[in-house]
């Protein structure tokens, strides 16, 4: 579902980056904050992590919404795999979601 794009270009990678990057997609309000605080805004990988996380996560919920009536909520099962996400950018990748990755690059918000 996440193609790998590899390490951080650049290095550089702290801890909290990484830590950030993860909470940013099961905790959406994590990725507002980080965009919010302008040292969080200004490290590329945390900015890259947050605004992927709250555009898929929007998607999810919207996805979420609208099937749940006609599927007895199990679609809510979709949100466990912001999990793996999360894992993949506690281990320092950026990562290809596709099509939603692609959006955000081609409106320049990464």
Partial sequence: MAQEMGPVPGGELTDQDKLMAALSYPIPIVALIILLVEDMKNRPFQKFHAVQSLAINI???VVILIT???TCGITA???FVTLYW???AYQGQYFDIPVITN???GQGWV
């Fill in 68 to 70: 749940s009536p006609f």
């Fill in 86 to 88: 999360a894992y993949l």
């Fill in 77 to 79: 099962v979709l949100w």
């Fill in 103 to 105: 959006f955000i690059k």
């Fill in 59 to 61: 998607v999810l919920w």
